[in-house]
């Protein structure tokens, strides 16, 4: 591989230079999604798990309008997707 760096243009350098970097990135980012997969900590599919909402997933809360809503939240790949769990009553 030395060689044939030392045989190419300023150009191709560049461009080689260009790749390696994003090369680096992308296998930087693979490793932190992974190991982000690895590190959840789930042991059993809750009851009120609905199909298609993996186990992994966590609920949130939002509040809109001064009502409180409760969805099923999780990553797939690098998008985060969410499913509408239901009304949370602030008096439980």
Not at 53 to 82: C, H, L, M
């Amino acid at each position: 591989m030395v060689n044939t760096l030392n045989e190419s243009s300023p150009e191709r350098l560049r461009d080689v230079a260009t790749y390696a970097e994003a090369l680096a990135e992308h296998k930087e980012r693979e490793a932190r999604l992974q190991e982000e997969t690895d590190d959840a900590d789930v042991e059993e599919r809750p009851d009120d798990l609905p199909d298609g909402v993996p186990a992994k997933a966590t609920i949130t809360i939002e509040e809109i309008n001064d009502n409180r809503y409760s969805y099923w939240q999780w990553r797939e790949g690098d998008k985060i997707r969410s499913q509408y769990k239901g009304s949370v009553n602030p008096d439980k």
